[in-house]
């Protein structure tokens, strides 16, 4: 992962900064949410930190996935793994939001849109994007 670090918009400058950072992705990890890709000689070349939105999960009972991190290495991002990431957490059929930050250099918008993601929000600093299942196969869980 060391190879998208730079494309990744996350300050890790402080030790408070890491310490978020850490328990961030130790909870996308813990969660089975997050998808991962591997090159043949079983590198780690891709992953999705995702995990689910406590909230939606606690007072409506509904599973609700949150992608905190999207970081694909330079060398396979022309070969479609970041979207191949994102349709392996959209067959979870639960609604998916991603936030996109300033900086962010994977071309992940583009890719987003490219699966069904629509902007939901824009602020200054962030783009929202969400996905949600047809009405039909929505899943609650």
């Known amino acids: 992962m ?4 730079a ?10 900064d890491q ?19 591997f090159d043949a000689k079983r590198n780690l070349v891709g992953a999705l ?10 007072l409506r009972n509904v599973e609700t996935i949150n992608v905190s ?11 479609g793994v970041l979207k191949m990431l ?5 067959k979870r059929n639960a609604p998916v939001y991603v936030e996109v930050k300033p900086g962010e250099a ?17 602020e200054e600093g962030a783009e929202l994007y969400k996905w949600e299942p047809p009405a039909a196969e929505a899943k609650a869980a």
Do not use: Y
């Open 2 to 5: 060391r190879q998208t670090a």
């Open 7 to 16: 494309n990744i918009p996350c300050s890790i400058e402080s030790e408070s």
């Open 19 to 37: 310490e978020r950072a850490l328990t961030e992705i130790m909870k996308c990890c813990t969660a089975e949410f997050s998808p991962v890709a």
């Open 49 to 58: 930190l995702a995990r689910r939105d406590e909230l939606d999960w606690g």
């Open 69 to 79: 991190v999207a970081a694909v290495s330079d060398s396979h991002r022309q070969h």
């Open 86 to 90: 994102i349709e392996a957490i959209l």
């Open 106 to 122: 994977q071309g992940l918008a583009a890719d987003l849109k490219a699966c069904g993601f629509s902007l939901a929000k824009a």
